[in-house]
């Protein structure tokens, strides 16, 4: 059972990166699944979440309508679009799963936490 974050790299300031959560030995349309990042030095904080079904998100940071989450549970995958980057988007890059909530506050426990992947933004 793994839930793995991927598609981090460097890009340049306004630029743009698509993340896939992706899950493997469980089926992830049962979860709510939320992201989180967690900058150098900073504390983990939340970025959003979606339900199951995708009938609705929570946005817990102030992105201004830069990020967008969207699932297809069809491919067991949760992603999360990435516009306009800014130097302070770089962070380390989470998503959870959870059956019961949607996961958008850092310091709960939610049934599972994926690995992470760096966003790097240059200026």
């Known amino acids: 059972v793994q839930l793995q974050a991927s598609g981090g790299g460097l890009v340049q300031a306004g630029g743009s990166l698509r993340l896939s959560c992706t899950a493997s030995?469980?089926?992830?349309?049962?979860?709510?699944i939320g992201w989180f990042r967690q900058a150098p030095g900073k504390e983990r904080e939340g970025i959003s979440c979606?339900?199951?079904?995708?009938?609705?998100?929570h946005d817990e940071t102030d992105v201004e309508g830069r990020f967008t989450i969207s699932r297809d549970n069809a491919k067991n995958t949760v992603y999360l679009q990435l516009n306009n980057l800014r130097p302070e988007d770089t962070a380390v890059y989470f998503c959870a799963a959870d059956a019961a909530i949607c996961p958008y506050k850092p310091t709960m426990n939610y049934d599972y936490w994926g690995q992470g992947t760096l966003v790097t933004v240059s200026s």
């Open positions: 030995g469980f089926d992830l349309g049962s979860y709510a």
């Open positions: 979606i339900t199951p079904h995708g009938h609705g998100t």
